[in-house]
């Protein structure tokens, strides 16, 4: 999963599948996005209220839901360990780092 600037835009990626969510309007071909998506990602990316998101396709209603959150305390480690080990989950991870000119920065990547 990918984003792509700030309009909420989510690529997912699933078994060579690509699906486009468009958080901000909720629509799609065919899919639709829980309307918490959007607040937990906003949480993730502007308060770090969470280090990851781990997202869902509810069958039954048809859209994207959030699963699970990980704590900012969490690792990458977390993240992969609360995945399922044989059902596909979408996720998006902060990642924090240094810069090569000892910057702080941090990084939202697909999980």
Known sequence: MAILG?????IFLMYSYTYTIDMQ???SSGMGVADHCK?????LQRKKAHR???F???EKKNE???EKTGNPAE???DLTSALPEN??????FDFDFVTSENCQKSKKVPG
């Open 64 to 66: 994207v839901v959030v």
């Open 6 to 10: 700030n309009d909420f835009r989510i």
């Open 56 to 58: 869902e396709i509810d």
């Open 39 to 43: 607040g937990t990602f906003l949480e």
């Open 87 to 92: 059902d596909c989950r979408f996720a998006i």
């Open 25 to 27: 309007n909720n629509a």
């Open 52 to 54: 990851y998101v781990i």
């Open 75 to 77: 690792s990458y480690d």
